[in-house]
């Protein structure tokens, strides 16, 4: 059984990211080799630029150290990656040091937050992660996805995203 963690990158609210976030972790969730633990930069954070500290930290780095791989869900905004993600991967180093990881972007553009996946690969790399080039982008968000969290298209992503987790599995054994 392998252990993925998956991270909504945002803390925006109403963000249109929970919706991709959502699905990946129903189709995580469907597969009965992967345990699934959900992580929100927004539970993590305070309201001001700092580090972790105390329980927090410690609860962030136990995650990160018994994951076997880490999904990270995360808009693209203005070609990057939101700040709230950067601090809260900033909380660790060593933790990270050889895991899988894989970016699923989102954005209301033709790019589905790719320009964004490659600036947060600048930063992944320097943790020295196992960067899995199958990735997920979901484009046109506010058109692929409805009101109420359902999605058009939804056979193709669930394709998308279990070919990701095949690839991140190869690489987490």
Do not use: W
């Amino acid at each position: 059984m392998q252990n993925i963690l998956l991270i909504l990158g945002t803390a925006r609210q109403e963000n249109m990211s929970q919706k991709a976030f959502n699905f990946v972790h129903e189709v995580l969730n469907n597969n009965p080799n992967l345990q699934v633990t959900p992580l929100y930069v927004s539970d993590f954070l305070s309201s001001r630029t700092q580090e972790l500290q105390g329980s927090k930290l410690e609860a962030y780095k136990n995650l990160i150290s018994n994951a076997d791989g880490l999904i990270i869900v995360s808009p693209e905004y203005n070609h990057s990656f939101p700040g709230e993600l950067k601090l809260l991967l900033d909380n660790a180093y060593s933790e990270y040091n050889g895991k899988p990881v894989a970016i699923c972007g989102v954005s209301d553009g033709a790019y589905g937050g790719a320009r964004m996946a490659e600036q947060l690969k600048l930063v992944l790399s320097a943790f020295q992660m196992n960067i899995i080039n199958a990735s997920v982008n979901f484009t046109f968000v506010k058109e692929v996805f409805l009101e109420d969290g359902s999605m058009h298209k939804i056979d193709l992503y669930t394709q998308k995203v279990n070919g990701m987790v095949e690839s991140m599995i190869k690489y987490s054994k």
